[in-house]
């Protein structure tokens, strides 16, 4: 498949997850009200991918969209991993569907039992590719990651079904030697709910400016 047909497929394919997205209502817009991340972020728009399991005939779309990049972009794949715990039913799906292992990925390591954050399976030298729901910061991600390489895992890519594409992310993957794939990116969310009338150009303003800088954007606009 040529440059040009792998370009249109991910475009074509970005478009239609976001447009599932926006038909699960798992994204909204709060310029006038942002929330707060985890990471301390104050946000106008959300992301609520966890919708998606109650939702089969899109979330289908959303499994697709990652063994098309898989596909497309030459990842190999032993085992299938999922972060604890929005990427778990992603990761499960997309390991069932490819007939691949899968495990998960605890945030903290457990206190009982075998005591290991890694469950699921034995990952020495096996080629992982971690699946996330939503990246913001990174931070969780890359945290997975370094678990995983603790294991004895190889991991060189991630896949996320949108990815907010903040500069820190950016180079935290990139310091981790990790390859970013999102299925479709908030850019094109946006335009999808400028078209169906969910948000208007001057709000649209407001989720641009977030995106290019988060950090600073509550301050300049007076939260």
């Given at each position: 498949?040529?440059?040009?047909?792998?370009?249109?497929?991910?475009?074509?394919?970005?478009?239609?997850?976001?447009?599932?997205?926006?038909?699960?209502?798992?994204?909204?817009?709060?310029?006038?009200?942002?929330?707060?991340?985890?990471?301390?972020?104050?946000?106008?728009?959300?992301?609520?991918?966890?919708?998606?399991?109650?939702?089969?005939?899109?979330?289908?779309?959303?499994i697709r969209g990652f063994e098309g990049l898989?596909?497309?972009?030459?990842?190999?794949?032993?085992?299938?991993?999922?972060?604890?715990?929005?990427?778990?039913?992603?990761?499960?799906?997309?390991?069932?569907?490819?007939?691949?292992?899968?495990?998960?990925?605890?945030?903290?390591?457990?206190?009982?039992?075998?005591?290991?954050?890694?469950?699921?399976?034995?990952?020495?030298?096996?080629?992982?590719?971690?699946?996330?729901?939503?990246?913001?910061?990174?931070?969780?991600?890359?945290?997975?990651?370094?678990?995983?390489?603790?294991?004895?895992?190889?991991?060189?890519?991630?896949?996320?079904?949108?990815?907010?594409?903040?500069?820190?992310?950016?180079?935290?993957?990139?310091?981790?030697?990790?390859?970013?794939h999102a299925t479709t990116t908030f850019p094109?969310?946006?335009?999808?709910?400028?078209?169906?009338?969910?948000?208007?150009?001057?709000?649209?303003?407001?989720?641009?400016?977030?995106?290019?800088?988060?950090?600073?954007?509550?301050?300049?606009?007076?939260?």
């Open positions: 498949m040529s440059y040009e047909m792998l370009r249109t497929s991910y475009e074509s394919r970005s478009r239609e997850i976001a447009e599932a997205l926006i038909a699960i209502e798992g994204v909204g817009f709060r310029p006038a009200a942002p929330i707060t991340f985890k990471s301390g972020i104050q946000s106008p728009v959300y992301c609520d991918n966890r919708r998606f399991p109650f939702w089969p005939e899109q979330w289908a779309k959303v898989i596909a497309e972009r030459g990842i190999a794949v032993d085992v299938v991993g999922g972060v604890e715990a929005a990427g778990i039913p992603h990761s499960a799906a997309l390991g069932f569907s490819m007939r691949t292992p899968s495990v998960f990925i605890r945030k903290e390591l457990k206190e009982h039992g075998t005591k290991k954050r890694v469950e699921g399976g034995d990952v020495t030298g096996k080629r992982v590719v971690l699946v996330e729901d939503l990246v913001t910061t990174g931070g969780s991600s890359i945290a997975a990651i370094e678990a995983l390489r603790d294991e004895g895992a190889v991991v060189s890519d991630c896949l996320a079904i949108i990815s907010y594409d903040f500069p820190e992310a950016v180079e935290l993957f990139a310091k981790a030697g990790v390859r970013l094109v969310v946006l335009d999808c709910a400028l078209e169906r009338g969910m948000i208007d150009e001057a709000a649209a303003a407001v989720v641009l400016d977030w995106l290019r800088e988060p950090r600073s954007w509550a301050a300049r606009h007076g939260f």
